[in-house]
């Protein structure tokens, strides 16, 4: 089993956040280590406090491009977030991406709000 306790990395009544694209540690890709099932994972992030599932790579392909997954998680963060206008992060987004590939990740960002 995979022996990074994540749930020890979080204060009781913390916000997870989480995607679902997996990234295999070295550990758990070398077969020394098994990563655990998404329902194991939502069990104990659950027992710590609130958590939110995105379906960020689901989310992205209907924006248009399954790479835009990390700006579906932010669109989800920035929910989380009242306090920064989302315009702001928009106009961020807008001078970071590449120009043919704004548009696509304005729908990401905005399912992203609309996730969680």
């Not at 990234?23 to 998404?38: E, M, N």
């Not at 700006?71 to 807008?94: D, N, Q, R, Y």
Request: proline share 5%.
């Amino acid at each position: 089993v995979y022996k990074r306790q994540y749930v020890d990395m979080l204060r009781t009544g913390a916000i997870s956040l989480v995607g679902d694209m997996r990234v295999s540690p070295l550990t758990v890709s070398s077969g020394g280590d098994v990563y655990p099932a998404d329902d194991e994972i939502q069990r104990r992030l659950s027992t710590v406090g609130d958590a939110c599932f995105v379906p960020s790579l689901r989310l992205a392909e209907e924006a248009g491009n399954v790479r835009a997954h990390n700006t579906v998680v932010l669109g989800a963060l920035s929910a989380l977030m009242p306090e920064v206008a989302p315009e702001l992060w928009l106009e961020v987004i807008e001078e970071i991406v590449p120009a043919k590939l704004v548009e696509v990740n304005r729908q990401a960002f905005q399912l992203g709000r609309d996730s969680c």
